[in-house]
């Protein structure tokens, strides 16, 4: 968020410095850092373009790593009500605005409203999405939850 408060995701220290990952489980004894939008971090950054993503930049960098040099891997989970509903907070626009998603079941009727309401997206009848107004929005909560993480692969794990 603009106030530096960190939203849904998982982050880790690379060289001195944070950076969101892909995900807290090493594969073949790597974890990925990711960096949406602005400029490339260096050439060894795989550049991707992805252009229908939700509250995310159309570019996206990727870089692999060893993952025995990312420190203080962390998830975050984002919630606040929307109504009587939770949503998970997944991000902020320049506006201030908040992009949010459902989280549990709904109605149909509920999701005809936040659709009407909001202006959400549905996601095949599982859950709805959009930017909602901070005001929109109550009791915020910000889950942060440690990751221990090993060198070791996710693919020699299951083996």
């Known amino acids: 968020m603009s106030d530096g408060t960190k939203l849904t995701g998982t982050y880790g220290t690379w060289q001195g410095r944070e950076w969101e990952l892909d995900g807290s489980a090493p594969y073949?004894?790597?974890l990925t850092l990711i960096r949406d939008g602005?400029?490339?971090p260096g050439p060894d950054w795989k550049q991707m373009v992805y252009p229908n993503r939700f509250a995310r930049t159309p570019l996206h960098f990727r870089k692999d790593v060893d993952a025995g040099e990312v420190s203080d891997v962390h998830s975050?989970?984002?919630?606040?009500?929307?109504?009587?509903?939770?949503v998970l907070v997944i991000a902020e626009d320049d506006g201030e605005r908040l992009a949010v998603q459902t989280v549990?079941?709904?109605?149909?009727?509920?999701?005809?409203?936040?659709?009407?309401?909001?202006?959400?997206?549905?996601?095949e009848n599982a859950f709805v999405f959009g930017w909602v107004e901070?005001?929109?929005l109550r009791d915020l909560n910000i889950e942060r939850t440690e990751r221990v993480h090993t060198a070791s692969s996710r693919?020699?794990?299951?083996?």
């Open 28 to 30: 073949n004894g790597k």
């Open 38 to 40: 602005g400029e490339q």
């Open 76 to 86: 975050i989970k984002a919630t606040a009500m929307l109504d009587q509903h939770q």
């Open 104 to 123: 549990e079941q709904m109605a149909s009727e509920t999701i005809r409203r936040f659709i009407d309401q909001f202006g959400f997206e549905p996601y």
């Open 134 to 136: 901070p005001h929109a």
């Open 155 to 159: 693919s020699e794990q299951a083996a």
